[in-house]
């Protein structure tokens, strides 16, 4: 059983990070999402420190910041942005001076998430490290749900019995039959009723819409109830279930972090084919399909990327003309105000500044909708 206590007794602001990803179970896979990618991440760190290619050293620890800031470890985010504005300066030296101590709290973090989900990850530290409260934290619940569950059971079992004798099916007046709807064959059955004085018959229905009550007898030989029953019935076998339901379209999700598209997936996998493109050129390769353009009802794409940036796929797509039909909104962190000045060159439908939650996501794809469709 997972303890959010040990989140918590090492700093990390789960209430911070639950009012952007909404719920527990979110957070969970979000948190391992981060895990099985981590090491992916300071690689691509570590090479181009190396290389001194601070233009992408840049955009990977941008990445890291958002990760970190997502999943309430703010100490990691304010040290990656620090680095991200270094980087973003050509300070080299800044960046070197900085590097080791961001790679140390990546370390502290995945120590943290390992003890919380209670899973490893390889080239990592062990979770040793975590405070003694927060083993004692992590060990303490599990003796009990074992007392909780052999108390109740001789109790449960002896009143059924006794319960069941008083209840009578309801009997109509003297004379008269009983008309009783059988749910297994779907036909009414008659019951000779016997005289029974001072009982007043209860209904036996209770009407899902009073005014069927008022309505003439139905065909089948079936009372008015009956019939509203039957039908209810076949309504409920031949439902088709929402998970088997078509697609509404496609939803093109064009960011580097696996963390962000993926948490957008989850938003809205029941309802729309959501694709991921995990850098620009891969989204341009995607878009020059024309069945698979048509399809997509709501673009979102990340400004900041390796390799092609989002601002070359906007070129791209504003050269081909892709912009009278398909519709795009740009994913941005709220503190670069030189990239919301360079993107409204474009005919953009929204910006999604990060951080943003499951509501801000919506909003913008909502508008999406509504100005094409």
Do not use: W
Request: proline fraction near 7%.
């Amino acid at each position: 059983m997972k303890d959010v206590n040990i989140l918590i007794n090492n700093g990390v602001n789960v209430q911070a990070s639950l009012e952007l990803l909404g719920d527990m179970e979110m957070y969970d896979e979000t948190l391992n999402d981060f895990l099985d990618l981590v090491n992916e991440k300071v690689a691509k760190l570590e090479k181009y420190k190396e290389e001194n290619d601070m233009p992408n050293y840049a955009i990977e620890v941008h990445a890291l910041k958002s990760d970190a800031r997502y999943l309430g470890f703010l100490q990691l985010g304010d040290l990656a942005y620090d680095s991200e504005m270094k980087s973003k300066a050509g300070d080299t030296a800044g960046v070197e001076a900085n590097h080791p101590n961001v790679i140390a709290q990546v370390t502290n973090m995945v120590n943290i998430a390992c003890s919380y989900l209670g899973r490893t990850v390889e080239g990592f530290g062990t979770p040793a490290a975590s405070p003694q409260e927060t083993v004692q934290a992590q060990t303490a619940p599990v003796q009990e749900p074992q007392q909780v569950v052999q108390t109740p059971q001789p109790v449960m079992q002896a009143q059924p019995v006794a319960s069941v004798q008083p209840v009578q099916t309801p009997m109509a007046p003297t004379g008269q039959v009983n008309q009783v709807y059988d749910l297994m064959t779907g036909q009414m059955i008659t019951e000779p009723v016997q005289p029974s004085a001072n009982v007043v018959a209860p209904p036996l229905y209770t009407p899902v819409q009073p005014q069927v009550a008022a309505q003439p007898q139905m065909q089948g030989g079936m009372d008015p109830m009956s019939q509203a029953l039957y039908q209810q019935q076949q309504q409920a076998t031949h439902q088709m279930p929402t998970n088997l339901a078509p697609k509404e379209g496609t939803i093109l999700v064009v960011d580097d972090s696996n963390l962000v598209a993926n948490f957008v997936k989850k938003i809205f996998n029941a309802r729309y084919d959501v694709v991921i493109a995990n850098d620009g050129a891969k989204a341009i390769e995607l878009c020059q399909d024309d069945e698979f353009r048509k399809k997509i009802k709501a673009c979102l794409l990340d400004l900041n990327m390796p390799n092609v940036d989002g601002y070359q796929v906007l070129e791209d797509f504003k050269q081909k003309g892709y912009f009278v039909r398909m519709p795009v909104a740009v994913i941005s962190g709220v503190e670069d105000l030189e990239s919301i000045d360079r993107v409204n060159n474009y005919p953009i439908i929204d910006i999604l500044a990060k951080p943003f939650n499951e509501r801000d996501v919506q909003r913008v794809v909502e508008k999406c909708l509504a100005a094409y469709f």
